[in-house]
Every structure is written in structure tokens, then in C-alpha cells.
């Protein structure tokens, strides 16, 4: 039976592994080992392993790393606590393979402790690029400690591949995050607002809003345009939820905490949603405002119109969904939400393809999972593209 650890550290890369974790977990074949770490463990964002545990998915291990603190030093000296989390969970439970996703700082530290330990590495999401956020360096490293590669697009592959990685361990799968999409019952509005106290009869608005982490001086500047010019549409509900545990989020969480107080029945302010309802909320929404990746993957699936605010997300593949505002000033975000709300932006987003993919990458990538050989995969051959020109 080949066990399969697959490591999650944020209700964000949660979500978009949730239907490879149920695979695994569903497969006689297969033994699931959950290793659970980071927010997810964490009070302040949630303590999310308890919707995990709630999901009827056994967590094999803990890793504790999270400081209480989003300063520099702080994210890093994190990082050598999940090496050092992450080496004993791999001693303990001894895979046959790592699941990982992404390209945050925890998941840098789970792919390093794998190398020592000669455990092969899965990786989604490699290959894509967020050049305004050190994730960006993360991303391509845990490309070169990974043995497998599952890239959202062809793009993204051919980028993979151009790191030297061997064409027959690349695989284009599509985003695991939009399967759930369609394999979910999503909620209506109106039972949506009664379980989440927000009113049924007002537009709403998705504001989630990350630190670029290459420009974290910004950070509360960037913030405060962004809520000034939320101020411009009282006819809409705005939904924030939480940003990530990067440099600088807790002034983001402050900020936002402080908005939703003074605004009353205006604004909300969510922790985490739980995957279910966070897709539930943007089925229902009318637009969403900020930086995350959730308004370049999964948005067009909904046809939501998306105000993408400064260089976050520079370098990824966008639908025509989202509208750029790079500067982040509060008359360009006024603008582009103004536009985003139009019934015409709205009707020619009907029949959009999303370029993530059409909601089966998990059947295709525990297909891999289940019969790749592993025998051999731990030495890299750097594949020069030149050599298929020849």
C-alpha cells in the first residue's frame, strides 16, 4: 500500500487539495497521512484543523511553527521551526511520497526536510508566477526539490520544464481548487446571509487583500486607499476575510477589523469561511476587491468580475474577468469597481472559460499519484530543452 502524506498549512491550499486528500483517503489502495501545520493550528486564523478533523479526514501529524509575530525575523526563524516540525513528522511516519501545493514559506521548509530523508515530492501550482510577493523565490526552490510536477496549465509546464525537470515527470492537470466547484453542493444567497448574519437584499463584495511581501513598506498605505474607496459604494456588502500569516498581515487584520466595526451592517469580517461557503460567497457575489489568487483561479468559474490591486499577482494567466488596477489608488480602484459592477462588464463574462481548467484535475492527479514508479525518481537529470530542438 503506497502512503501518501500530503501537508497542508492554510484554509487556502486546503481547499484546493481537498478533493485529492478525499481520493486518497477514499482508496483502499492508498494510505492518506495528513500532516497538518501552520494556521491551521493557530487560534488567532481560525485553528482551521478542527473543519479538517470535522471533513472525517484523520490528521497524522502536527507541525507547530507559526510564531505569533509577522515580521521578518519572525517568518523565518518559523521556517526552521517547520524543518525541524516536518523532519520528525517524516521520521515518524516514513511516506512513500509528499503531496505539496503552492508556494508559501511553510511549504518551502516541508520540501527541504523531504531532501535529507530521500522521499520523493509532488508538487501543484509549480511553474506560475507572483512576482510581487517573496513566494515567487519559494515557488520555483520547491520546484527544484520536487521529483513530480502537476502545473495548472501549459504554460506553466513549459516554464517547468525549462527548469531542467524531465518532460515525463510534467503533467498538465488543470487547478485542483475549481474540482470542488462542481463536486459541492454550494449554498443559495439567501441561506448563505442567514448562516452568516449578512443581509440577502444588498449586493456583496469579496475583499481579500494579502501582503505584497516585496513591498510590505506599503502594506497599510495600500490598505487604506483600497477601504477609502469601498467608502464610494454603500450599496454593496463588503465580506473580508483574513489575510495569510505574511509579513505585515496583522496590520491588515487590524485594519480591516476596525473598517467592519465602524461601517456596522456594511461590512463583515470572516476569519475563515470554510471552503463551501467561501465558494458559496463567490457564486453569489457581485464583484470581489484585493490581491488573492482565489480572483485569478477560481473567479471566472463564477463570471465574477475581479479589481486586482497592485503587483501581487503580476505574472499569472488572467481571464478577462479581472480588471488591473497596478498603482492601487483609491480613484483608479474606484474606477475599476465602478466598471466591474456594470451590468455591460458583467454580460461579457457570460460563457467564460476559465484557463485553470474545467474542475477534474484531482482525478488526474491521483491517477499519477497512484501509479507513477518511484524506484529511481530521486536522481534529477537536468533536462536541457536544447536538446529537443536538436
Known sequence: ????????????????????????HDDPELELQLIVSSMHLSPEFGMTVKAIEKDGFPVAERVEMLLSSDTDEGVSI???????GFAKAYSRLRPDIIVILGDRFEIHAAASAAA?????????????STEGVIDELFRHSITKLSHLHFAATQVYADRIRQMGEKPEN??????????????LTLLSKDALAGELGIPSDMN?????FHPA???????????????????????????????NADTSGRTIIAHIKAYAAEKGKQASVFISLGQPRYLSVLKAAAVMVGNSSSGIIEAPSFELPVVNIGSRQEG????????????????????????ALSREFRDTLKGLENPYGDGTASSRILQVLKSAPLSGIMKKHFHDIKQDNI
Open 78 to 84: 518559523s521556517m526552521g521551526l517547520g524543518a525541524i
Open 213 to 243: 511581501t516585496l513591498e510590505t513598506e506599503n502594506t497599510e498605505s495600500s490598505l487604506k486607499e483600497i477601504l477609502r474607496a469601498l467608502d464610494s459604494f454603500p450599496q454593496v456588502h463588503w465580506v473580508f476575510t483574513f489575510p
Open 1 to 24: 500500500m503506497r502512503k501518501i502524506a500530503v501537508i497542508t498549512g492554510t484554509r487556502a491550499d486546503y481547499g484546493h487539495l481537498y478533493q485529492i486528500i478525499k481520493g486518497i
Open 204 to 208: 456583496w463584495g469579496v475583499v481579500t
Open 116 to 128: 535529507p530523508f530521500r522521499i520523493p515530492v509532488a508538487h501543484i501550482h509549480g511553474g506560475e
Open 316 to 339: 499569472r494567466i488572467r481571464a478577462k474577468n479581472v480588471i488591473d488596477v497596478p498603482e492601487g489608488g483609491r480613484a483608479a480602484i474606484i474606477v475599476a469597481i465602478r466598471k
Open 170 to 183: 510534467i503533467f498538465v492537470t488543470g487547478a485542483p481548487g475549481l474540482d470542488s466547484i462542481i463536486n
